[in-house]
């Protein structure tokens, strides 16, 4: 029997660069409003970015996604859309 060979999804060029384009522009935006980006996911759709929380966050217009707490303080995790990205950060309660 002959074994079988994973075949990874093809990656569509045009995609990956629209994507990488929509990312690009949302980066420059926060980096603009003096905003540290700490992660990037371009596998989800939108792409998600995450973003360290500060004084800054206030030009974002987020929406409260969930809550959860680390055992002493409390979360609310957050998230936005910038140029057609998923911008998430957790603000402590």
Known sequence: MK???HNPP?????????????VC??????????I???SIDMQTEPALIDIN???QVYRLRG???GHYSDGHRKFVKK???LAGCTIAWSEQR
């Open 3 to 5: 074994p079988r060979h």
């Open 25 to 34: 522009a949302a980066v420059q935006q926060l980096v603009a409003m003096g």
């Open 79 to 81: 998230s936005a859309l």
């Open 53 to 55: 929380d500060s004084h």
């Open 10 to 22: 093809r990656v569509d060029r045009c995609e990956m660069r629209r994507k990488s384009n929509l």
């Open 63 to 65: 929406d409260s996604v």
């Open 36 to 38: 540290e980006v700490i």
